[in-house]
């Protein structure tokens, strides 16, 4: 009973990093042409003016 727990747990934390890759993944199609460094640019700007 107990190696079935830990595999399913391990499952579920796969189907999370799955889940997690796919949402990263549709941000990366919406953004489109937009430069990944220039968002890190201006979210650390914004961060470092508060």
């Given at each position: 009973?107990?190696?079935?727990f830990?595999?399913?747990?391990?499952?579920?934390?796969?189907?999370?990093?799955?889940?997690?890759?796919?949402?990263?993944?549709?941000?990366?199609?919406?953004?489109?042409?937009?430069?990944?460094?220039?968002?890190?640019?201006?979210?650390?700007?914004?961060?470092?003016?508060?």
């Open positions: 009973m107990i190696p079935k830990k595999i399913t747990n391990t499952n579920t934390q796969l189907n999370k990093k799955k889940k997690v890759a796919k949402k990263i993944k549709n941000i990366d199609k919406i953004l489109g042409g937009i430069d990944k460094f220039t968002i890190l640019s201006v979210v650390v700007v914004r961060w470092l003016r508060y």
